[in-house]
């Protein structure tokens, strides 16, 4: 099965900026929206911004302006600029994949996560 591998993360100061990337790792049949989510801790996963193969692009409202989802292929990217300390939170790279192409409906495939800490 397909892994995701998320970089970029680390420690800014406010106002700062990281640049995330993921990319797959091993085996899959197809690959379709990926996207960035993130959790705080005592909070739940929360979406950040999402970007489908045609280039369709979503983001929360909290990030609109500041942070930007690109892709590359199967490679996702986002550009976190203006940084903020309630952005800190562990973000997860995130793809709806189809393994084998046996089946038919895509799952979620989650990396293990890269922790952004904003803070002085």
């Known amino acids: 099965q397909v892994q995701l591998v998320e970089s970029g993360g680390g420690l800014v100061q406010p106002g700062g900026s990281l640049r995330l990337s993921c990319a797959p790792s091993?085996?899959?049949?197809?690959?379709?929206?990926m996207g960035w989510y993130r959790q705080a801790p005592g909070k739940q996963r929360e979406l950040v911004a999402t970007?489908?193969?045609?280039?369709n692009t979503n983001y929360a409202d909290s990030v609109k302006g500041r942070f930007t989802i690109s892709r590359d292929k199967n490679m996702v990217y986002l550009q976190m600029n203006g940084l903020k300390p309630e952005d800190t939170a562990v973000y997860y790279c995130?793809?709806?994949?189809?393994?084998?192409?046996?089946?038919?409906?895509?799952?979620?495939?989650w990396g293990q996560g890269t922790q952004v800490t904003v803070s002085s």
């Open positions: 995130n793809a709806q994949v189809r393994d084998t192409m046996l089946v038919v409906i895509p799952r979620d495939a």
């Open positions: 970007t489908t193969s045609g280039g």
């Open positions: 091993g085996s899959f049949f197809s690959i379709y929206t």
